[in-house]
């Protein structure tokens, strides 16, 4: 159980205060509510640009690392699909120091056209050595629009071409950070040796003060169910071939969402899980295979993937890989097989509560979700979860006509 108190800014922003006197250290995790499908499908890849124009320097702090390297603290950023989050670790004792960088960024971002230079040159240099020159590396590029028709997921964080990067000019950047970078978009935790008073004061001096901006609101085309199968093959510089056969599966805030991701868990998760132990022990048809899910906040995506043994054809990989599937839809799962996937996961949740800034940025993720409390009752969520509706979800989820399918094949 992760205690919390919460309070809310004037100008909108969120603050929630984790007290953990255990540690010496504090974060400060700042979530905010945009991610490369909020994004203008003309230019895309502004998300994760920013994530990198964050770190470029604000209007009072030219560079960024610098101040944060003297008080012993370390940060970095993340961006995906839905949102943008940033975090500082450091020693409690110079808890200010954050507050002051996050603030004047949050403020005013020095948006100049060297800054813009300099990062849109290490993102245009990221998109082609991960994105275009790494076997493999495409696969986003090629699934997501196979995937989604009409939702913005049809596109990676990096974007959908080098050229929406290349031609971001700074007036566009600039709206970008009006539109999305402000109090009342944002949400964020404090935790560590830390006191709700304290950070209230230290809020109060350097957050109270910043305009709380005009609120967006999301407004995006939601993807229809699928309802034909889609397929794609590509021949390709890769070293094997591999197989990606994906399901749209409904949003993170569904009530059947629980039963989904214990559903890849049994597919996936360690070696006794059934892909790997009937297609790459028992019955040896694979090198290796995997399944996840993305957890999208919109529709997402149960993504199964495999790279075939070299004696082995497409054909019977894929058909190896569906009677798996049909097994789960077929009969119910045995009550110790699933409570030990279970007990796995409550394992993988007993741990997020334990380090600090994995709960920071859980607590941020779920008040994104509507409650920062929801956290506490993810684990009795799984727990409720009954082999019946496992197998109710599986009926749902693999079926052919909710299937995309993209194959690489290995140049010979």
Known sequence: MVKFNRFTLDNGLRVIVHEDHTTPMAVVNILYDVGARDENPEQTGFAHLFEHLMFG?????????EPLQRVGGENNAFTSNDITNYYITLPAVNLETAFWLESDRMLN????????????NVVMEE??????????????LRLRPLVYKTHPYQWATIGKELSHIENAQIEDVKAFFKKHYNPQNAIMVVGGDVTPDQVKALCDKWFA??????????????????????????????????????????????????????????????????????????????????????????????????????????????????????KLCAEQIPVDELTKVKNKTESTMVFAEMALLDKAMNLAYFELLGDADLFNRETENYLAVTAQQIQEQAKAIFRKDNSSTLIYLAEK
């Open 209 to 326: 003060p910043i305009p709380a901006g005009e609120k967006y609101n999301r407004n995006l085309p939601q993807e229809p169910e699928q309802r034909e199968e889609r397929r794609e093959t590509v021949t390709a510089k890769v070293p094997l071939n591999d197989i990606y056969i994906t399901f749209q599966v409904p949003g993170r805030m569904d009530e059947h969402y629980y039963a989904i991701d214990l559903i890849s868990d049994i597919l996936s998760r360690g070696q006794s899980a059934r892909l790997h132990r009937a297609l790459v022990k028992d019955t040896p048809v694979f090198s290796e295979i995997h399944a996840y899910l993305t957890g999208s906040l919109d529709t997402g995506m149960l993504v199964v993937e495999g790279k075939p043994l070299e004696n082995i054809s497409i054909e019977e990989a894929e058909a190896a890989v569906w009677q798996e599937l049909q």
């Open 109 to 120: 971002l020095a948006f100049s056209e060297k800054s813009l230079e300099v990062q849109r």
């Open 127 to 140: 998109f082609k050595q991960r994105y275009l020159n790494q076997p493999y590396g495409d696969v986003w």
């Open 57 to 65: 320097g604000s209007v009072n702090i030219p560079v960024y690392d």
